[in-house]
């Protein structure tokens, strides 16, 4: 069989979507008629993409408000001033932070899987936000009645149920979402921010038999959002090992966009769990040039010569647009991409031999 290749995640959202929302947001708009919208976003990405020919599909994260803060949606006990995610050209996101008890998912994923669903002919891959990046809401100096550690308590809770959700409601497989992962390390260049993440999610993942990890993978990019990048610029070398602690059946990594990408698979090689699947990023969502097919090609022959072929699959590199608001990359060329993905695996796969 074709090594497989998978996409991430979210695709730009369609032109009359972005007015739709923006329209909700200022009440000129029911929430029947935002829901219409959505849903036919969803309809159209998933024909799109089996029309291109992906053997798994994703909702494009269309109704998501970005793939981050789907659970919190909606949430009473939310202030505006989280945590701030700073990227390279200077612009900012802000998470959403905790200020009461209790702490709950307000909209599991398996709400977005039951639309996508209706409409894939194809396996669905559910994306789901990893435990570590909820955990920011939380604020540094405490909840007065509700310590952290019961916060954590609930968090896992919730976590688990957003996975067990997809994975009961028919999803191929869940990825999650660990993009804060690197960019810990520019926070905190110990690495002891990285350790409690890393922690945090295996007691999440340790919920699931080893059967079922098979179907849970974990995600890493360094957060593309607008054409720029929040953690490029610490060293994927600082990563990749404790990465590879985390409990999960299958690893999707960014690779296209590295400077030095047979160092990284170096790394990769010598700290891959046995039995793990790996999927390396052969498309940079960020970059305006659509890859060629011998691109990708020549990029999945690279990696086949440092990871067991029988393993190894592709997918982007990150999702095009996370955030909804996003409109750096256009629905067409997202597209375009990914259909340069799916010939360039295959061409990969025919002079492998697979």
Known sequence: MPLPTEPIGSIPRPASLLKG????AAGQMTDEAIAELYEAAVRDTIAQ???L???VVTDGEQAKPSFVTYPLAGLPNLSADGALIPFADGHTRQLPRLNARPFRYATFS???LQTARKYATTPVKQAVIAASAVSLVYPADSIEGYPREEFFADLVANAEADIRGALDGGADSVQLDFTEGRLSLKLDPSGALLDSFVALNNRVLDRFTS???QRIGVHTCPGGDQDSTHSLD???VQLLPKLFDLHAGRFYVQLASEPDPDRVLGVIAEHLPPEASIFVGVIDPIHPTVET???VRDRVLNAARHLPVERLGTCDDCGFSPFGDDVSTSRDTAFAKIR?????TAAASAVLGV
């Open 234 to 236: 610490v060293d994927y």
């Open 49 to 51: 993409l089996e029309s």
């Open 211 to 213: 059967a079922e990890r």
């Open 110 to 112: 398996a709400h977005y």
């Open 53 to 55: 020919g992906s053997p």
């Open 340 to 344: 340069v993905r799916l010939e360039g």
């Open 293 to 295: 097919t011998e691109q």
């Open 21 to 24: 929302t923006q329209e909700h």
